[in-house]
């Protein structure tokens, strides 16, 4: 099956520093990529979707500013935490699909981010 | 707005015991019901893709069922290794997913 690949899978930073994530498809072109945070015990609540070349898409209540994403070119996105605060701390999620291959999407394994 | 939910919480089975999920959802424009499996501090591992009422999908000891209004994820003498919290989700004609809570399954040896 398809992979896609997360890093880093665990980061711990202070407060008011950045934190970029990124996610890889490895074996197939991503033409969409989401990304999810999940607290604990909770789903997966979706942040945002971008599609390469262009901007991203965000949810509703999720700060643009804050949580940059970039989607430059068809194997990889990076979210950006900017300023974090320990309130961001919380396992980030992505996820991407090839329209072509169907509606299945494939996941990372996640980063789990922790604020100090 | 998409909506999902899934019962129960939590289940604790004994190994062997056989049980089932649920995952209720409404949704405009169904393109898929999606099962995945997670286990702690790791993303979420395709189990099934469901398109139509009346479609079933099975996979070793799981089995997946679709009705217009809901999906059941049947786990048939379970084992240990199939303790994980089961998520349900369904997709959009966008391609975007709405994930249920999920339900977290432990089954005692």
């Known amino acids: 099956g398809a992979v896609v690949s997360q890093h880093p899978s665990r980061v711990i930073c202070k407060s008011g520093t950045s934190v970029k994530i990124e996610c890889r498809s490895l074996?197939?072109?991503?033409?969409?990529m989401f990304w999810y945070r999940q607290f604990p015990k909770q789903s997966l609540m979706l942040m945002a979707t971008?599609?390469?070349?262009?901007?991203?898409?965000?949810e509703q209540g999720v700060e643009k500013d804050k949580f940059l994403i970039n989607h430059a070119s068809l194997t990889l996105s990076t979210l950006t935490v900017t300023s974090a605060h320990p309130e961001d701390s919380s396992f980030y999620i992505c996820s991407a699909a090839n329209r072509g291959r169907g509606e299945k999407l494939f996941f990372g394994s996640g980063t789990q981010l922790s604020v100090l | 707005e998409d909506q999902v939910t899934q019962s129960p919480e939590a289940l604790r089975l004994q190994e062997g015991e056989s049980s089932s999920l649920n995952c209720s959802y409404t949704v405009s424009g169904l393109r898929g019901l999606f099962w995945y499996r997670q286990d702690p501090g790791k993303g979420p591992e395709f189990l099934f893709t469901?398109?139509?009422a009346g479609e079933e999908k099975e996979k070793e000891r799981l089995k997946a069922t679709l009705t217009k209004k809901e999906s059941f994820l049947h786990i048939t003498a379970p084992k240990p290794e199939d303790s994980a919290t089961y998520l349900c989700?369904?997709?959009?004609?966008?391609?975007?997913?709405?994930f249920g809570a999920g339900t977290t399954v432990t089954v005692r040896a």
């Open positions: 971008s599609n390469e070349g262009s901007k991203a898409t965000y």
């Open positions: 074996d197939f072109q991503a033409t969409t």
């Open positions: 989700a369904v997709q959009d004609d966008d391609y975007k997913l709405s």
């Open positions: 469901l398109y139509s």
